[in-house]
């Protein structure tokens, strides 16, 4: 299942306006995006294809420079944490990884 989910809107009370939005797509890592309401769903949609895109660019210039980890099973991420920076991501079981430090 994918899941795209709006976060909510973070200060903003223009109920057409930008939010934040959550996408979760089984075997990769939890993405977020931007998008503005009044935009509609296509370009939702759109967003939510390309923040996945970029995150499989991001993925294999990972696997090409040597900064990534595999569960042996076809999945790949990098070893380095987004949030604290430190090449401190393991694999937990196959298909999920986090960081030593985060969690
Ligand atoms: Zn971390």
């Given at each position: ?60 210039i990972d696997?090409a420079i040597g900064d ?36």
């Amino acid at each position: 299942m994918i899941l795209i989910r709006n976060l909510g809107a973070n200060g903003d009370t223009d109920p057409g306006g930008w939010r934040e939005y959550e996408l979760v797509v089984p075997g990769m890592k939890r993405l977020t995006f931007r998008h503005k309401r009044s935009d509609g769903l296509a370009v939702c949609l759109r967003k939510a294809a390309t923040a996945v895109c970029l995150q499989e660019a991001a993925d294999a210039i990972d696997v090409a420079i040597g900064d990534s980890i595999s569960d042996d099973c076809g999945n790949t991420w990098s070893a380095t944490c987004l949030e604290c920076g430190r090449k401190s991501m393991h694999v937990v079981r196959p298909g999920k990884v986090q960081c030593a430090y985060c969690g």
